[in-house]
């Protein structure tokens, strides 16, 4: 998908701010020169995919929520603050950690440090390492840190692989690299998706997370009912679904509708994007999440919302390429006869963004702070890889247990580890969005999880 970032109004002052942080913790004063191009320069394009949206440059080290919040009015965490946040503890302390359990991470190109930068952030939080074990798929060319396609890609590998290590830190890691960068339409897919297929039949990776997606309407043969150069792309999920694996999708970060660099809406009506749209697949959305300094949740987490401003939006909607799936017919009063996103929601605003440590480039070395469905994503895979090892087993397609749970959530049953989102919409850019309302709807799916309490409820469906 087409890359996405803040307004270059917004990233001036937000990279004046973050310059004056780094300078406090570092008791260094900034050169006058770099001081000036922090102040001036527009914002680095940030890539892909479903998008990562920077809030700030680099850091020497990361800041709590609380410094943030008086540096430059925005939350931030760590993994410290998410496992507390989502209520992991209790099952860390039985030692339901991911331990036995493969999370599949797919980016294009990939990051030459991803092994040292995953140690440091490890360190930094008190939590043990991983190995990342690295597949290149076909072809990758050398990493070039003056790329800007490479260095966004690098970006979003280093994301999905911290989070997904932080929310199940006992889960084995691979990452897949592929060679092709996947763009709006069908380019970048083919190699993904034979990636993912291959490992699949493998055995390989018992929960696949994507932070990537292009909207449907961009696959060709789209505006003539042909959907077909994207329904052949299926092949991995429906491989995925026979051996039992669970795939997961960031559902996007413009609310309904898709934008280009410069923020302006590509289409002046609701699109939804694939694969997060594929009833094989979950899609993931994001939203505003209020911690401390210790990760104890200060109010209910609100949809990821900024309809005024280029500052993205949970994606959602109504594919209009796959029809309602048996396990959405209890909320067809909300999807009507399309297939239905997003099916669930962790954190994504950038305004309540996530820390990351890189080291590939001289314009990313050092702690870096990011948002995004593309942090949604690999944040849920954790919880999956939990619920893996609670169950023993790979829960496969995870939406029929999910909306089995919603539906129990909505008859009163307490336990489902669901929390329910209210309020706001996903509108974006002037496109009205759907409205966040009590149960399902089409901007958070049926809310956000609390980890103890779902972990055990959906692996006990699986």
């Known amino acids: 998908m087409r890359r996405s970032t803040l ?9 004046t701010l973050a310059l004056f942080a780094a300078t406090a913790l570092t008791g260094a004063a900034p050169a006058t020169a770099a001081f000036a191009a922090a102040s001036a320069a527009p914002a680095k394009p940030v890539p892909a995919a479903i998008g990562h949206r920077m809030l700030s440059g680099q850091f020497a080290s990361p800041l709590t929520p609380s410094q943030c919040q008086a540096q430059f009015q925005a939350l931030c965490y760590g993994a410290t603050q998410l496992e507390q946040g989502y209520n992991e503890h209790p099952l860390f302390d039985k030692g339901i950690n991911g331990a036995g359990r493969t999370i599949v991470i797919v980016d294009s190109y990939g990051s030459p440090t991803i092994q040292h930068d995953l140690d440091v952030y490890s360190a930094q939080y008190g939590i043990p390492s991983t190995t990342v074990q690295v597949d290149k798929w076909g072809t990758v060319p050398p990493f070039d840190p003056t790329n800007d396609d490479m260095t966004g890609w690098a970006e979003e590998t280093t994301i999905d692989v911290d989070m997904a290590h932080a929310m199940a830190p006992g889960a084995k890691i691979v990452l897949v690299e592929t060679g092709v960068s996947e763009t709006e339409g069908t380019t970048g897919f083919p190699e993904m998706m034979a990636a993912e297929d291959a490992l699949i039949k493998q055995g390989v990776g018992d929960v696949i997370t994507q932070s990537f997606g292009a909207t449907e309407n961009t696959f060709p043969g789209f505006d003539q009912g042909d959907y077909s150069s994207l329904l052949n792309l299926r092949y991995a999920y429906k491989d995925a679904a026979a051996h039992g694996v669970t795939v997961l999708a960031s559902s996007g970060d413009s609310g309904v509708t898709d934008s280009e660099l410069d ?40 949809v990821w919302d900024s309809p005024a401003t280029d500052g993205g939006a949970s994606g959602g909607g109504k594919s209009k390429v796959f029809t309602r799936p048996v396990f959405q017919l209890g909320v067809q009063g909300t999807v009507g006869n399309s297939r239905g996103v997003p099916d669930i929601s962790m954190v994504g605003d950038p305004n309540t963004g996530v820390w990351t440590y890189n080291s590939f480039g001289p314009n990313d070395n050092g702690w870096e702070l990011w948002g995004g469905t593309s942090v949604a994503s690999p944040v849920f895979s954790g919880v999956v890889a939990l619920a893996d090892q609670v169950a023993g087993h790979r829960l496969g397609n995870l939406n029929y247990g999910l909306y089995a749970l919603g539906a129990l959530q909505q008859a009163g049953a307490k336990g489902t580890g669901l929390n329910d989102v209210v309020g706001g919409s996903n509108t974006y850019n002037g496109v009205t969005g759907w409205p966040v309302t009590k149960g399902y709807d089409l901007a958070t799916g049926w809310g956000t999880v609390d980890v103890s309490k779902f972990v055990p409820a959906i692996a006990a469906l699986g």
């Open 7 to 15: 307004s270059r109004a917004t990233a001036s002052a937000i990279g």
């Open 263 to 302: 923020g302006s809406t590509l289409y002046p009506y609701p699109v939804t994007s694939w694969p997060p749209s594929d009833p094989l697949v979950t899609g993931v959305g994001g939203t505003s999440v209020h911690l401390d300094d210790s990760g104890n949740r200060q109010s209910p987490d609100t």
